[in-house]
């Protein structure tokens, strides 16, 4: 294996679940030898002095031990919310190093997640088609090859090049006009089974700062693939009540169980799987049905 890829965590004001997130990251039998650079977001203006202890108390977390070889902090003094906090931390490292791994607060991961992470990146470094290595998969309903490629990006435990990572375009409005004249909104949305053209408007017109939308957009409209294992190498722990992006129904839609095994990774034909596109398009439809049962139910017993 080549050198190892550095590893960018992202954290804000939840101590506990950052706890939890580095503590599996330092599982990871690479970690030792990796390079990690945490950004730590800072207090909105007018912050309580509850958010301010929370804050504070995350960093004492970040700092009370060394999680990788080499630990890099920074701790930014104003708010950039997460969106400019991924992006720009994102971009600095990959300047850097020419790759990166990047791991958000809320994420929990496998022992083998760096193992996986640093041989897709090894494995793909020169195939400009491939956007990204990606560790979280859903729970689908049928089971997949080992690896397979799905058309775009995502955004729970990922891996990227500087070359990938410069199809990146932050203009939500272009991303959007772009898939439309290429009358690809329903592909986009996964044969109309997820609303990713809803997500971006929402982004547009400023009632989300997803950069991950823009991100998927990006790489979905350059043809990009992003590839995923057979089973999952990250499992979200962010809806508690202190998320801000998540919430519990999302955390109950998500749930997984971590893969026992490491992913055996072989180089696969430059294509979106037939078979993984479908099953995530099934996955979608299910967690609809499943929304509506909900409603359903609801309304019942009122």
Not at 10 to 18: G, L, Q, V
Not at 21 to 27: C, F, H, I, T
Request: with cysteine; glycine share 6%.
């Amino acid at each position: 294996m080549s050198t190892l890829a550095p590893i960018i965590f992202f954290a804000f004001k939840r101590p506990e679940i950052t706890r939890k997130a580095l503590e599996s990251l330092a599982l990871n039998p690479e970690a030792a030898e990796s390079e990690l650079y945490v950004f730590a977001d800072g207090p909105k203006e007018g912050a309580t002095a509850e958010t301010l202890q929370q804050i504070a108390a995350t960093r004492e977390v970040i700092r009370s031990r060394k999680w990788c070889g080499t630990v890099h902090i920074a701790e930014r003094v104003q708010n950039y919310g997460l969106a400019k906090s991924v992006i720009t931390g994102v971009t600095e490292v990959i300047e850097k190093h020419g790759k990166a791994i990047i791991v958000e607060d809320d994420l929990v991961l496998s022992p083998y997640f760096l193992r996986y992470m640093n041989e897709g990146l090894d494995l793909y470094k020169d195939d400009p088609q491939v956007a990204s290595i990606h560790g979280y998969l859903y729970p689908l309903l049928e089971k997949m090859p080992e690896t397979f490629f799905i058309r775009g990006a995502d955004c729970w435990g990922w891996a990227t090049w500087a070359r990938a990572w410069k199809q990146f375009e932050p203009d939500g409005q272009k991303l959007y006009d772009a898939i439309r004249l290429k009358g690809e909104s329903r592909a986009f949305d996964f044969n109309n089974t997820y609303n990713y053209m809803k997500m971006l408007r929402k982004q547009i017109s400023g009632q989300n700062d997803s950069w991950a939308i823009r991100w998927n957009a990006s790489a979905f409209l350059k043809n990009m693939l992003t590839l995923y294992p057979s089973r999952s190498l990250v499992q979200n722990i962010g809806g508690d009540e202190s998320a801000t992006h998540m919430d519990e129904a999302d955390t109950e839609k998500y749930e997984v169980v971590l893969s026992p095994t490491p992913i055996q990774l072989q180089k696969l034909p430059l294509e979106a799987s037939v078979q993984g596109t479908a099953a995530f398009e099934d996955y979608f439809r299910s967690t609809k049905l499943g929304l509506v049962q909900k409603i359903k139910r609801f309304i019942k017993n009122r």
